[in-house]
C-alpha cells in the first residue's frame, strides 16, 4: 500500500515550475516519430540522429481528427513491432515464458487461499484508479500552471492507456480464456470470447502502461520505484484475488510497460530533448 498511496505525492511533487521543461511546445503539436525498436531497446545504442527533435504539426494534426491519426499510426507500430527482424529473439523468449506460465496457470486457484480474494481485488482497485488519478492530475495541473512537462505526462500517460486498452481488448476477444473461478478453473482458452475474458489482465496492462510513462518522463529512482511498484502490486494482487492467473497479469504487464514505452520514445519532446549517447562514447 506504500507503493498505491505514495504514488499521488509524485505527481504533486513533479509539478512545481522548475521541473518544466523551457519553452516546450504543446504535446498536441509534435510529430509522430517511428521507433524502430519498441520491445527491447538496448541500452545505450540510441543516438541523436536515432531520435529527431519532432517537428511542429500542421494546424489540421492539432484537432480530434489529427488524434485519431496519430492514435491510428500508433496502433500499427505497436501491432508492427514483434515482426521487426531485431525482435524476434526477444518474441521467442516471451512466447516460451508465455507458455510455461499458461501450462502452471491451471494449479493456481487451488493454491492460493480464498479467504481473503476481496481484499486482494481492491487493493488492485486503488491501484490503477489511483495511478488514473495521478495522471489525470498531471495533465489538469500542467494545464493550470503552464507545466509543460507535467502536462505532457498527463497526455502521453492517458495516450498509453488508450493504446494498451486497444490492445488488450482485441487480444481478450481473440483468446476468450476463463478467469480462474468460472468454468472448471483449468484456464481453458476460447471460451469465454468477450471483453471481459481473462488474457490478459486489464488492470496490470493499464497500470504498467501509465506507469512505465511516468517513470521515463520522470526516471528519479524514488518516481520509478512508486510507479513500478505499484503496478507490480496491481499485477500480483489481480492473481492473489483470483481474477486472473499470473500468465494473464505478466502478459498485460509486459504489453502495458512496451506500449507506455513507445508512446514516451514516439511523442516526448522530454525524450527528445535528452543527450543520448552513441555507442562510440562506451568504447
Excluded at 519532432?54 to 500499427?76: E, H
Amino acid at each position: 500500500m506504500l507503493c498505491i498511496g505514495g504514488l499521488s505525492l509524485a505527481a504533486s511533487a513533479q509539478l512545481a515550475p522548475e521541473t518544466a521543461l523551457p519553452e516546450a511546445p504543446s504535446t498536441l503539436r509534435q510529430s509522430h516519430a517511428p521507433v524502430s525498436r519498441l520491445w527491447f531497446p538496448a541500452p545505450g545504442e540510441s543516438s541523436p540522429q536515432d531520435h529527431p527533435q519532432p517537428a511542429n504539426r500542421q494546424d489540421s494534426d492539432w484537432n480530434f481528427v489529427g488524434l485519431i491519426k496519430r492514435g491510428a499510426r500508433d496502433q500499427k507500430e505497436i501491432y508492427s513491432a514483434p515482426f521487426h527482424h531485431q525482435n524476434l529473439k526477444w518474441d521467442a523468449l516471451f512466447l516460451v515464458a508465455t507458455g510455461g506460465l499458461i501450462a502452471a496457470d491451471k494449479y493456481v486457484p487451488g493454491a492460493i487461499s480464498h479467504n481473503h480474494l476481496a481484499i486482494s481485488q481492491h487493493i488492485s482497485d486503488v491501484g490503477l484508479y489511483s495511478t488514473m488519478a495521478t495522471t489525470g492530475v498531471l495533465y489538469l495541473s500542467g494545464i493550470a500552471r503552464k507545466d509543460e512537462h507535467a502536462r505532457e505526462t498527463g497526455f502521453l500517460g492517458l495516450e498509453a492507456l488508450g493504446n494498451t486498452l486497444g490492445v488488450d481488448a482485441v487480444t481478450q476477444l481473440i483468446a476468450g480464456r476463463e478467469r480462474p473461478l468460472e468454468g472448471s478453473g483449468h484456464s481453458r482458452f476460447w471460451v469465454n470470447n468477450a471483453l471481459n475474458s481473462s488474457f490478459p489482465s486489464q488492470h496490470a496492462g493499464l497500470t504498467w502502461s501509465m506507469a512505465s510513462v511516468l517513470a521515463h518522463e520522470y526516471p528519479q529512482p524514488w518516481v520509478q520505484f512508486l510507479a513500478y511498484g505499484t503496478a507490480a502490486t496491481v499485477s500480483a494482487t489481480r492473481v492473489t484475488g483470483l481474477k486472473h492467473f499470473p500468465a494473464d497479469a505478466v502478459v498485460g504487464g509486459v504489453f502495458g510497460y512496451f506500449i507506455g514505452q513507445h508512446i514516451f520514445r514516439a511523442h516526448s519532446r522530454f525524450f527528445h530533448s535528452r543527450p543520448h549517447p552513441r555507442p562510440s562514447d562506451h568504447n
